[in-house]
Every structure is written in C-alpha cells, then in structure tokens.
C-alpha cells in the first residue's frame, strides 16, 4: 500500500465538496477549471508527479516550479459538435493543480513526459551527501 503525502483540505471540507459535486448538476463549458486524477509520490532517488490526462499531447501542458510548488496546467479541449449527453463524465477545458515539494531537488535535472495518457513528472532528489560545501 502506497504512502499518501499530498496535502489536502481539512476532512470535512474535502466531505462537503464530494457530496456537492454527487448531488450537484454539472454543466461543463470551456471555461471551467477542474484538477485532473494526480498521484503524488517519492522514491530513494526522485519526487515523483503522475497525472491522469487522456487526449492531449505533451504540449499541451504548461509545467513549471516556483518556490517549491510544482504548477501543471493546460487545456483538454473537445470536439464541436452538437449532441445530447446522456452521461457526461469526462472533463474537459482548462485544468491547474499545485504540488508542493516537500525535498530538495535538482530543478536542472527534472523530466517530464506525456505517454500512454498520463503525465509523469520525475524530479531528481538532492541527497545530502550529494551537497558541496563552498
């Protein structure tokens, strides 16, 4: 069983926004903003982000670090056409998610890839002994 590291809402709050979204309507248009599935994880060697994102190609996203928060945006667009949903479950427009970077990595040495529909984003670990003292 996986460890959980990423922060979240308090529970209640987190239960409140799972029962609005189960009872609520929703409908979806370009404009709304929605986070995609994200599994936020560590190995011995690396801070790792996986994100759940069919249908786009790896420049779609924009990926950057400030301040030890990793931001992953972009945009899912959908085909124009007209039709009548009898379910609508799959998320589309723009999406932002925040991770925040609880180690030390190496910025320089990060990789990020787009395949099979999920983005994985692999930040290389500073190990203390790999620090120099000037």
């Not at 709050?13 to 189960?22: G, H, K, M």
């Not at 994100?51 to 190609?57: L, T, V």
């Not at 609508?88 to 910025?107: D, L, N, T, W, Y």
């Amino acid at each position: 069983m996986p460890t959980i590291i990423r922060k979240s809402l308090p529970t209640t709050v987190e239960s409140r926004r799972e029962i609005y979204q189960a009872i609520t309507w929703h409908v979806r248009t370009s404009m709304s903003s929605w986070t995609p599935p994200t599994d936020v994880y560590e190995t011995e060697e690396n801070f790792i982000v996986r994100m759940e994102i069919a249908g786009m190609q790896e420049d779609d996203f924009i990926v950057a670090v400030e301040n030890n928060v990793l931001m992953i945006s972009g945009n899912r667009h959908d085909l124009n056409e007209r039709r009548a949903y009898h379910q609508m479950e799959i998320r589309i427009g723009k999406f932002e998610i925040a991770v925040e970077i609880p180690v030390s990595v190496e910025i320089d040495r990060a990789v990020a890839e787009y395949k099979d529909g999920f983005l994985l984003i692999r930040l290389p670990k500073i190990n203390s002994k790999d620090i120099k003292v000037a």
